[in-house]
């Protein structure tokens, strides 16, 4: 070997991967370069250290947990085969064109609701800005979204869930939302606390700070 | 006896333990699933714990890999041994979270360390040589967690799990040789870590 060994021929040296000519072309080497044999020793004592990491016990808890995700799936699943044998009157197919159709319908039904229902909304915006005695109520529709304040809070209309994250507006990750979805820029004009959903998880953006 | 005739009919089944284990919970025999959970819920917490360096994430991820290991445990075929599929679920479901969460959260190196991911026996040691066995173990810790998932995954297959190459080539779905570089790689980076660290 004129060369220095590979890192990847030492680590298949280590865990006896190589052929018996290989293993003795490298043990002499080794022999013979003081560099090798100190990157060798230096990666022999990083398996030693992460053999010696101790193995986490699962905490009592999780058996419980699993249990309980595992029933509610079951159940959730009985349900859906019980209604899937209830249209066994008709045959499979027709059952499911049915449904499809049955599931259409009623996504038509409640999109023109909403619809109707926010129209109504936006059109009972009241923004009171100069009575601070009086409950506040404040409305905006900012970024594609109608947001709602509340307690200070800017919350999107239909956003129940608790935050699963909060970012500062001047952070990284903010700014790189703003970059992925342009339209959230807009609540820039939002100075208070927003709470949005973006990409299926709900955020918090802290609220902006003042200028000093 | 193949995997689609055991399980056209249980009762003339005869197979590995692991093909056993799916086709009764594929029949909703559900002591088939407590014995899978009993089993492996060490390995599928030490995988998610190892990849998150977190004790309430891999709490999170464990259930929810139990949960995808019982939807999908009725179509495992026995070509890879149940040891090496859990293993899989397991990590390709670490790797779907990190990823699509790695965004709203900091890099894993900077997290705080998790103390209890650090967990050494007393064994009756002198009080300072624990002290710097666990200081020199949660440095590992925060080493391992700053590799790129890739090396990570197959150094703690390899020398924290314990698994072949062969078994982690299955694991990961690549070649033994890919195998091979991952882990010389991810070996030689925490080395580099360690050597550079205070």
Same mark, same amino acid.
């Given at each position: 070997m004129s060369t220095h060994a590979t890192t990847e021929r030492l680590s298949a040296y280590l865990d006896r991967q190589l052929s018996t000519a290989e293993t003795r072309e490298i043990e002499d080497h080794l022999a013979d370069c003081a560099l090798c044999r100190r990157q060798f020793a230096g990666m022999r004592n990083v398996v030693a250290s992460l053999r010696q990491l101790e193995r986490m016990a699962p905490p009592p808890t999780l058996g419980g947990l699993v249990t309980r995700r595992v029933t509610f799936e079951n159940r959730r699943k009985g349900l859906v085969d019980r209604f899937e044998s209830g249209l066994g009157i008709f045959d499979r197919q027709s059952s499911i064109l049915g449904l499809f159709g049955l599931i259409v319908a009623l996504a038509v039904i409640m999109l023109l609701f909403a619809q109707a229902v926010d129209r109504q909304r936006t059109s009972s915006i009241s923004v009171i800005l100069h009575d601070p005695t009086a409950a506040r109520e404040e409305s905006r529709e900012l970024a594609g979204r109608l947001f709602h304040r509340e307690s200070g809070v800017w919350v999107e209309a239909g956003v129940e869930a608790e935050p699963e994250h909060a970012l500062a507006a001047d952070s990284q990750e903010w700014r790189a939302l703003e970059e992925g979805h342009p339209e959230l820029v807009e609540l820039r004009e939002l100075a208070d606390a927003v709470i949005l959903r973006v990409e299926g998880d709900v955020l918090r953006r802290e609220a902006l700070r003042a200028a000093p | 006896m193949n995997a689609a005739a055991a399980t056209e009919n249980p009762a003339t089944f005869s197979s590995t333990p692991d093909l056993d284990l @799916?086709?009764?919970?594929?029949?909703?025999? +559900? +002591? @088939?699933?407590?014995?899978?959970? =009993? #089993?492996? +819920?060490? &390995?599928?917490?030490?995988? +998610?714990?190892? &990849?998150? @360096?977190?004790?309430?994430?891999?709490?999170?991820? @464990? #259930?929810?890999?139990?949960? =995808?290991i019982h939807r999908h445990l009725g179509r495992f075929s026995g070509r890879s041994s149940l040891k090496t599929w859990i293993y899989r679920v397991a990590l390709n479901h670490c790797r779907s979270r990190l990823s699509r969460k790695r965004f709203f959260f900091q890099p894993l190196a900077e997290e705080q360390d998790d103390a209890a991911g650090v967990q050494l026996l007393d064994g009756g040691r002198d009080p300072e040589d624990l002290a710097m066995a666990r200081d020199a173990e949660r440095q590992v810790g925060r080493a391992l967690r700053e590799l790129k998932a890739v090396f990570r995954e197959a150094v703690i297959l390899r020398d924290l799990e314990g698994l072949t190459y062969e078994e982690i080539a299955e694991v990961l779905k690549v070649r033994i040789g890919t195998v091979r570089s991952r882990i010389a790689r991810g070996r030689e980076q925490l080395r580099l870590i360690l050597e550079s660290s205070p």
């Open positions: - | @799916a086709v009764r919970h594929r029949y909703g025999d +559900a +002591a @088939a699933f407590e014995e899978i959970y =009993r #089993q492996y +819920a060490p &390995m599928v917490y030490n995988i +998610a714990f190892r &990849m998150t @360096a977190s004790e309430v994430k891999a709490e999170d991820y @464990a #259930q929810e890999i139990f949960l =995808r």
